[in-house]
């Protein structure tokens, strides 16, 4: 593109000082310099138009998708709030918890368009210096970390004061640029991540995470789909209200834990549905 200015100059003046042939030659030459040049800078601009076309398609597509998965939880939400408190209640949390995991995988890491398999999973709070793995879905492969243990080394104590705080993390590219004390293991097939919290404004549940195999493969627009996952579930664990027993951080912050759903309470979610 830079040299074809110059080549229609260079022409334009042979075309110029040069007789017969030579200058008939030299005038084709340049109109047809010109037209190529017209031609890519047209076809720049329609390839940039199609980008766009192709970027703001894919989002229309994506939230019309995110809205389509998200009513379900929406209606589980309210089926928790009208639910008998004690295993009734915990059992439509159960299901709720479940599907928002399962949702995460087919809705984030579209927009990026690496075609990369996407895993979900939810952590929560068994006490404050331990979050345990609860729900796991998506991408096949070696299982996801069990827990996270303050008093293990930095990595796991990092994750656990995201976990308490609010400030989500998306990590694009885990290789080239990881997570401060970030410890990888052999096994680990994810090359990124993002993080998102679930509490509500006083108290913390744990964290949803979302990774894909490929770098680049997340983007700020799956952060944002799964805050409003990770709000959904954590409106739905607070329903649970005085069922969980609040604990004390050692700076004095309130916090309160959640439970894991025990073997009870999946029975009563699977007699439900039967009945």
């Not at 390839?47 to 766009?52: I, N, V």
């Not at 809705?107 to 404050?128: H, M, N, W």
């Not at 073997?263 to 699977?270: A, V, Y």
Request: net charge positive; charged share 25%; hydrophobic share 40%.
């Amino acid at each position: 593109m830079l040299l074809l200015p110059v080549a229609v100059a260079m022409l334009t003046r042979l075309a110029a000082v040069k007789q017969g042939q030579a200058r008939t030659l030299s005038v084709i030459g340049l109109i047809l310099a010109i037209l190529l040049l017209a031609f890519l800078q047209v076809y720049g601009e329609v390839q940039k138009w199609l980008a766009e076309r192709t970027a703001v398609t894919a989002k229309v597509a994506l939230a019309k998708a995110l809205n389509r998965s998200g009513s379900p939880l929406v209606t589980l939400l309210g089926r928790v709030a009208e639910a008998d408190k004690g295993p009734d209640r915990r059992a439509e949390v159960w299901s709720l918890a479940t599907k928002t995991v399962g949702i995460a995988p087919i809705t984030c890491g579209k927009l990026a368009d690496k075609k990369a398999g996407i895993r979900c999973v939810f952590y929560q709070f068994e006490s404050p210096d331990r979050l345990v793995r609860v729900f796991e879905e998506g991408r096949q492969g070696p299982p996801a970390r069990p827990d996270f243990v303050r008093s293990r080394n930095e990595n796991d104590k990092q994750v656990i004061e995201r976990a308490l705080g609010e400030k989500t993390l998306l990590v694009p590219d885990i290789d080239k640029a990881p997570p401060k004390d970030f410890a990888s293991s052999p096994d680990r097939e994810y090359k990124s991540m993002l993080m998102v919290p679930v509490r509500t404004e006083s108290r913390s549940y744990g964290f949803l995470s979302v990774d894909a195999d490929k770098p680049d493969a997340l983007t700020q627009d799956d952060v944002g789909y799964v805050i409003l996952m990770a709000g959904l579930l954590a409106a739905s664990l607070a329903l649970l209200g005085e069922e969980y027993p609040q604990l004390k951080r050692s700076n004095g912050a309130p916090v309160i834990p959640t439970q894991q759903i025990n073997e009870s309470d999946i029975h009563q979610e699977r007699k439900r549905h039967e009945n």
